[in-house]
């Protein structure tokens, strides 16, 4: 057998695994994408993608705001532009918070890459590798990709039905720092979580940001979803109560529409000229014709009727997912009633394993993603995260019921046969298993 160097290295999957940089360990692929390219065929019932549903856009507006900046702001738009975004779309965007309470200055917000470059740019200026980042349990799956490849610990607070749960924060706050690290950050989705479709309390934002004074911890407020509430006003952001010590992040991906790649942080001055010089090097600049259609758009459209109509869109399959589980379950599952946004978050019955039955459920035709993709440390098996921002009313319910069709069999199975039927057994910290990945 030919075992020279050469030979070996150009057998490996990846000759060039040696060469990078310690930080890429951090950058796994899903676990589960294979099973997301299945689940993508129209057949399958995709309660998976967290994708905001496009379908009422006005594509005839949108074309024609398009049409029009190209002919009337050609040049400008198709040129590289400011680092820190355009002018005109920063004031639009303060706009639209104040909608939350914020009152902020254009000179402050950053323009990103969707909020999602925004995630990075902050880790990139914050974080050194072993430094923390606290997180609600679970967290946004494309945060702690982030968290991951810039080699931060992330540790995980509880949440219950108001939120991210204060004492949580304050023990793991103590413990963190009593084990000698830096906590660089409180990463927190207050509105509609994703995954966990959770909504902060008015109270607990206070005490947490009390919480977060006392203990000189930065907040990174990600609020893609604040104006995707059913029930009345957004909530009040946490940004308008606290302006130095918070870092607030919007997105224009689900309130317009997610292929202009566009969001923004609004930051305290010092931070926010950091964020711009990390723009500069990662990008130049955001894309200037995405955001003067954006700003042509806020501009020329009634984009708060269309925020809610996207409102009433997604409430009527919030009722359509949780009247269908209601109906359909088996009674050992239960899960949360989300006041907007585009998730619900599901609790299996002991010893069910929602990575190890995703197959099963992939061929039954319908999908979801297992709750382990949500936590840094490997906890959530008995989780799954269900939307239902992007099917129809009555592909929710065929979907739950397919669902409900494979949980059954499976608690069958596990009851006729026990554990080696299902995945494995489940120790007494039941729930942990190998984290996981998914894209939104
Ligand atoms: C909580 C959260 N933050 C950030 C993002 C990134 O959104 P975008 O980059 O499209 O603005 C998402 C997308 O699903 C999200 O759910």
Request: glycine share 8%.
């Amino acid at each position: 057998m030919d075992s020279s160097p050469a030979r070996s290295a150009s057998t490996r999957l990846d000759s060039y695994v040696d060469r990078y940089a310690a930080r890429t360990a951090g950058m796994t692929a899903s676990e589960i994408r294979a099973l997301f390219a299945v689940a993508s065929r129209p057949e399958v019932v995709s309660l998976a993608g967290g994708m905001p549903n496009i379908s009422g856009l006005p594509m005839d507006v949108v074309g024609e705001a398009l049409a029009e900046l190209l002919a009337t702001q050609g040049q400008v738009a198709l040129q590289y532009g400011s680092g820190q975004g355009d002018p005109r779309l920063r004031e639009q965007i303060c706009d639209v918070m104040r909608l939350e309470g914020i009152e902020a200055h254009p000179d402050d917000v950053v323009v990103t890459v969707g909020s999602q470059q925004a995630v990075d740019l902050v880790t990139r200026i914050f974080c050194d590798p072993g430094d923390v980042v606290i997180c609600e349990a679970p967290s946004y799956v494309g945060a702690l990709g982030v968290f991951k490849a810039y080699q931060v610990d992330v540790v995980h607070a509880e949440m219950d039905a108001d939120g991210l749960v204060p004492d949580a924060l304050q023990q793991a706050i103590t413990a963190t720092k009593a084990a000698g690290k830096r906590i660089k950050f409180l990463y927190t989705i207050p509105n509609f979580h994703n995954p966990a479709g959770v909504t902060l309390s008015p109270a607990r934002r206070t005490e947490i940001l009390d919480i977060c004074r006392r203990e000189d911890i930065l907040v990174l407020e990600d609020n893609p979803y604040g104006l995707l509430g059913f029930d009345g006003e957004p909530m009040r952001a946490m940004r308008a109560d606290e302006a130095e010590g918070v870092i607030y992040l919007g997105s224009f991906s689900k309130t317009f529409a997610p292929g202009f790649r566009v969001g923004w942080a609004l930051a305290p001055h010092a931070v926010r000229e950091k964020l711009v010089l990390a723009q500069e090097s990662a990008t130049l600049c955001p894309p200037s014709f995405s955001q003067l259609a954006i700003s042509t758009y806020l501009a020329k459209h009634d984009w708060q009727g269309q925020i809610k109509a996207f409102q009433e869109m997604y409430r009527e399959r919030r009722d359509a997912m949780v009247a269908s589980l209601t109906d359909l379950m088996p009674a050992a599952c239960s899960w949360n009633v989300p006041a907007g946004g585009f998730y619900v978050w599901l609790q299996l019955p002991p010893g069910i394993d929602a990575k190890a039955m995703l197959p099963r459920a992939v061929t039954a035709r319908v999908a979801y993603v297992p709750g382990t993709g949500f936590y840094a440390d490997g906890f959530g098996s008995r989780f799954m995260r269900l939307s239902f921002c992007y099917p129809t009313p009555e592909r929710i319910r065929e979907g739950v019921h397919r669902l409900a069709g494979v949980l059954n069999a499976e608690m069958e199975l596990r009851e006729t046969f026990g554990a080696a039927a299902t995945g494995r057994e489940l120790g007494p910290r039941s729930g942990y298993d190998t984290p996981s990945t998914d894209l939104t």
